[in-house]
C-alpha cells in the first residue's frame, strides 16, 4: 500500500508562516498529481493547492499570493510552503497523491495522509 506521512503542522500567530511536508511510502511506481487539502470545523474539506508531475499548479482563491505549492519526485515529497498565515487558515490539512503502486498493473488510485493540524491564532 502507498503511505502519505505528514508534518509540520502547529501554533503559529497571524501573520507568521509554516511549511508543510508530506512523503509518499511504501512499493510505488509513479505519482501523478499531489495535493494539500483542509477542513476546518464544521465545514467540508477542501482543495487548497495541487501540483502535477509537469509542475503546473492549481490554488485556491483564498491562498493565492500567500502559499506556495512544491514537490521533489526523488523523495516523493510535496511541500506546503504558507505566509501570512490568517486565522481563517486554521484546520485540519491532508495530504494527498494520485499514486500507482508498483504491483499494480496500470491504474492510480487517490491516498490521503493523516491530516496534521494547523492553528493560526495569537
Known amino acids: 500500500q502507498v503511505h502519505l506521512v505528514e508534518s509540520g503542522g502547529g501554533l503559529v500567530q497571524p501573520g507568521g508562516s509554516l511549511r508543510l511536508s508530506c512523503a509518499a511510502s511504501?512499493?510505488?511506481?509513479?505519482?501523478?498529481?499531489m495535493g494539500w487539502y483542509r477542513q476546518a470545523p464544521g465545514k467540508q474539506r477542501e482543495l487548497v493547492a495541487a501540483?502535477?508531475?509537469?509542475?503546473?499548479?492549481n490554488y485556491a482563491d483564498s491562498v493565492k499570493g500567500r502559499f506556495t505549492i512544491s514537490r521533489d519526485n526523488a523523495k516523493n515529497t510535496v511541500y506546503l510552503q504558507m505566509n501570512r498565515l490568517k486565522p481563517e487558515d486554521t484546520a485540519v490539512y491532508y495530504c494527498?497523491?494520485?499514486?500507482?503502486?508498483?504491483?499494480?498493473?496500470?491504474?492510480?488510485?487517490?491516498?490521503w495522509g493523516q491530516g496534521t493540524q494547523v492553528t493560526v491564532s495569537s
Open positions: 494527498n497523491a494520485e499514486a500507482m503502486p508498483a504491483y499494480s498493473g496500470s491504474s492510480y488510485s487517490n491516498y
Open positions: 501540483i502535477t508531475s509537469g509542475g503546473s499548479t
Open positions: 511504501g512499493s510505488i511506481f509513479s505519482i501523478n498529481a
